[in-house]
């Protein structure tokens, strides 16, 4: 179902999230939605964890350097090669990787 709405919204606007008007949503809307998922769960979300978990996510399927900094604001992909360059020394992923690309 969320895909759905990810791709429904893609189409329509530069914004991802839409409030049930149509309009991108505030940052108290976001904030005052986010304390009360924190308050509900009874555990602590950080926004920045959602994002690293995602740029993460992106780089261990394969996903471009260049293109995902670009996807997350980013001029360049020296900050995600700065910041998420373990990924890329991660053995499992240089195995995966070398193999999909006809290495040994």
């Given at each position: 179902?969320?895909?759905?709405?990810?791709?429904?919204?893609?189409?329509?606007?530069?914004?991802l999230?839409?409030?049930?008007?149509?309009?991108?949503?505030?940052?108290n809307?976001?904030?005052?939605t986010?304390?009360?998922?924190?308050?509900?769960?009874?555990?602590?979300?950080?926004?920045?964890?959602?994002?690293?978990?995602?740029?993460t996510?992106?780089?261990?399927?394969?996903?471009?350097?260049?293109?995902?900094?670009?996807?997350?604001?980013?001029?360049?992909?020296?900050?995600?090669?700065?910041?998420?360059?373990?990924?890329?020394?991660?053995?499992?992923?240089?195995?995966?990787?070398?193999?999909?690309?006809?290495?040994?």
């Amino acid at each position: 179902e969320a895909k759905k709405i990810v791709e429904r919204n893609i189409g329509n606007s530069p914004t991802l999230f839409l409030n049930t008007k149509g309009k991108p949503w505030t940052a108290n809307a976001i904030c005052s939605t986010w304390g009360r998922i924190e308050r509900k769960t009874g555990k602590r979300f950080c926004s920045y964890a959602l994002r690293h978990s995602y740029i993460t996510h992106q780089l261990k399927t394969g996903a471009n350097t260049v293109t995902l900094a670009h996807l997350v604001g980013h001029e360049d992909a020296s900050m995600i090669s700065k910041v998420y360059g373990h990924v890329e020394l991660d053995p499992e992923y240089m195995r995966k990787h070398a193999s999909r690309n006809g290495g040994s």
